[in-house]
């Protein structure tokens, strides 16, 4: 039997090996003289602070790599800025976060691409000028600095992790921005319906003797009409789902820069404690686990047959669409689990951090302000 691996860490995951079709993009701008006479104001971004660490940066060697959750970041954060300053925000068509999201559909007059010729001349030319957040976690405000001297066109960099950039007063545009992909909506879709995964979590669930009764076509929510009787519709509407973010994170564990740093490791007992603490308090409850490792990740967890669970299939993409649909987040250290906890399609989830992140007394603690990162819904565990 042929294996088929998904891949789960950014530098692996590109527009090339994605599994399903990427949607093409209309309109790209291929040379710099469109910008240069527009009359709009651009902020431009090449989106490379992505998944290398502080360390890399301070050291002159970014990794080029493209974690999925630190994208996410960067786009959120200079998305806002460019809405502040009415300015038009320009990203390569060669991102990867194209995988999972199409920004064109709902935001084309304020995210435009460019081609990789255009990215280069704009990135050389910009240079003087340009705008480092140095930073990972702490929130600046640039509207006094942006577009002085008569600028047209801003390049910024950072990481703009931290959530005063657009929580919680665009918390919607956020959602809207990310929603995820067809391809990738369906395949989430779909796991909630096959057999494994019914049977390793012990529902028996079928809906084609179901009425849907409303759709909603922003965020692909559909509601059905059950027929009343017992059995497996009630046992379904008991099971609380709950997603769990394992983060193998062999760019910490094996990197001893990044630790020095201030990235810590979520440990294994943090995941047994949260999924025993919520096992305790729900009557039904079956556990969704995602990891960037699942192999690593059911060898150290070792969920009994008593604890009904179901490994996700991955690639990444579907991971964090699945995790955004649980009733309940267990989430890692690290952006990923950050954004598959805030996109939640649920109106009040239960979220669940690691309480010791970043190191204390760590470079990254003191740039971090915790209130500004972890929403004050979540819970933070040991």
């Not at 493209?66 to 800025?81: H, K, R, T, W």
Request: neutral net charge; hydrophobic residues 35%.
């Amino acid at each position: 039997m042929k294996k088929k691996v998904f891949h789960q860490s950014g530098n692996e995951a590109t527009l090339e090996n994605c599994p399903w079709h990427v949607t093409s993009v209309e309109n790209v701008i291929d040379d710099v003289e469109i910008l240069e006479k527009s009359e709009k104001k651009y902020i431009f971004s090449d989106l490379g602070y992505s998944h290398g660490n502080l360390i890399s940066l301070l050291s002159g060697s970014l990794s080029n790599s493209s974690g999925l959750g630190n994208l996410m970041f960067q786009l959120a954060g200079l998305y806002s800025i460019s809405q502040e300053s009415r300015a038009i925000l320009l990203i390569p068509m060669s991102t990867s976060l194209r995988r999972a999201f199409d920004f064109q559909k709902n935001f084309n007059n304020s995210i435009q691409f460019v081609d990789a010729k255009v990215a280069k001349r704009l990135s050389n030319d910009l240079e003087p000028t340009r705008i480092t957040m140095t930073s990972c976690c702490s929130y600046r405000n640039l509207t006094a600095i942006l577009f002085n001297n008569n600028r047209k066109i801003e390049k910024i960099d950072g990481y703009f992790q931290n959530f005063r950039y657009f929580h919680p007063e665009s918390e919607k545009t956020m959602k809207k921005l990310f929603t995820f992909v067809d391809p990738v909506r369906k395949l989430r879709n779909t796991l909630f319906q096959v057999d494994e995964f019914l049977e390793n979590v012990g529902i028996s669930l079928t809906v084609r003797s179901a009425r849907m009764i409303e759709t909603n076509v922003a965020n692909d929510d559909q509601a059905f009409e059950m027929p009343e009787e017992d059995g497996w519709f009630a046992s379904f509407a008991k099971t609380m789902i709950v997603g769990v973010h394992i983060r193998h994170g062999m760019d910490i564990s094996m990197n001893s820069r990044n630790r020095k740093h201030g990235h810590v490791d979520t440990p294994i007992e943090y995941y047994k404690r949260a999924i025993e603490q919520i096992s305790n308090v729900y009557e039904s409850v079956a556990f969704v686990i995602c990891s960037d490792d699942v192999a690593w990740a059911r060898r150290n967890l070792k969920l009994g047959k008593e604890t009904a669970h179901f490994f996700c299939p991955g690639p990444r993409e579907v991971d964090m669409a699945i995790l955004s649909s649980c009733d309940s987040v267990i989430i890692s250290t690290g952006t990923f689990g950050w954004w598959s906890a805030y996109l939640n399609v649920n109106a009040t989830p239960d979220i669940y951090y690691y309480k010791h992140w970043p190191a204390p007394g760590s470079v990254m603690e003191k740039m971090t302000n915790k209130s500004e990162y972890f929403i004050k819904s979540w819970t933070a565990l040991e």
